[in-house]
C-alpha cells in the first residue's frame, strides 16, 4: 500500500480525517517553529513566518473541525472533546492526543494501512 492510499484510507472515516488533521497541524507547528527560529534568530527574513503562518492557521481550523466531527461520531466525552480542543494550542500536541485517543479506541476502527504508521514516519 502507498502513502497515497494510506492517506485515501485516512479520509473515508471521521477517525481517519482526524488522525490525519492531528498529524498535519503538529507537522504545520514544527514549520511554523522553524520560520519563526530563522526569522527572529538565523537570517532576520519573515519569509518562513509568511509561509508557514497560514498553512499553520488552515490545519488548525481544519484540526478543530476534524476534531468535532470525531467527538460527534464517537460519542466523546465533554472533558476528552475539551482536551482534544485544548491539545490544537501547545506545540505537537496535537499528535500526542492523536496517540492517546488510538490507544484508548476514541477513533473507531482504523484500517491495517493506517495502523502501519505510514504518516507518522514508523516502519515495522
Known amino acids: 500500500m502507498t502513502a497515497i492510499d494510506t492517506l485515501i484510507k485516512l479520509t473515508d472515516s471521521a ?7 492531528a498529524i498535519a ?3 504545520s507547528w514544527a514549520g511554523l517553529l522553524a520560520g519563526m527560529c530563522f526569522k527572529y534568530l538565523i537570517v532576520l527574513d519573515p ?4 509561509i508557514m503562518g497560514p498553512i499553520h492557521g488552515i490545519l488548525f481550523i481544519t ?5 468535532f466531527q470525531a467527538a460527534k461520531e464517537y460519542r466523546w466525552s465533554s472533558r476528552a472533546r475539551f482536551l482534544a480542543l485544548l491539545a490544537a494550542i501547545p506545540p505537537f500536541t496535537t499528535w500526542l492526543f492523536e496517540r492517546v485517543a488510538m490507544k484508548r479506541g ?3 476502527v482504523v484500517s491495517s494501512g493506517a495502523e502501519s504508521g505510514a504518516l507518522a ?3 515495522r
Open 15 to 21: 477517525g481517519g480525517r482526524f488522525r490525519l488533521a
Open 25 to 27: 497541524e503538529a507537522w
Open 47 to 50: 519569509i518562513g513566518v509568511q
Open 63 to 67: 484540526y478543530l473541525i476534524a476534531t
Open 106 to 108: 476514541m477513533l473507531g
Open 121 to 123: 514516519g514508523r516502519r
